[in-house]
């Protein structure tokens, strides 16, 4: 297999880009991606970062990527926050996302969170039956809320 998981770098961050795009557009929200390329550098790999993520090269093109950031419960302790996992379309069914979920969980061992959380759109089957071959479980319960600043 030519595929290789590893940290995503500054350099990846147009690309990446890309495929944060090609994500919104297949969740019908194209008009909804507004950073730029230089505040999402900043956020990665600033002074600060907040975000961190890993690439899925396949012979060198970045055809998947995951990033998350750390949530902090007053119930769990410390998780894993999966921002996005996402992988280009003409590249599913290579089991990318399998690798990069894999790669996911084995960093929330060495970081010793205590999970990983994340949030998945309701009609998006494909996704679904994936995180369900993980036996993870799905709310019903709570909520999404948010509002806009600025």
């Not at 940290?7 to 297949?26: M, P």
């Not at 790999?45 to 975000?51: I, L, S, T």
């Amino acid at each position: 297999m030519s595929i290789q998981i590893r940290k995503a770098v500054k350099e990846d961050c147009a690309r990446l880009l890309e495929l944060i795009k090609e994500l919104a557009t297949f969740e019908k929200a194209p008009d909804e991606v507004t950073v730029t390329l230089d505040h999402f550098i900043e956020s990665g790999f600033g002074e600060k970062p907040v975000w961190y993520g890993f690439v899925a090269e396949d012979e060198g093109v970045i055809e998947g990527f995951s990033n998350y950031y750390i949530r902090y419960s007053t119930w769990k302790g410390q998780r894993l926050y999966l921002e996005d996992l996402i992988v280009t379309e003409q590249a599913r069914g290579k089991g990318i996302g399998k690798l990069l979920f894999d790669r996911l969980i084995e960093e929330a061992k060495e970081k010793k969170f205590n999970g990983i959380v994340w949030q998945v759109l309701d009609w998006n089957e494909p996704a679904i039956n994936f995180y369900k071959k993980y036996n993870a479980k799905f709310d019903d319960e709570w909520v999404n809320c948010s509002i806009e600043i600025g």
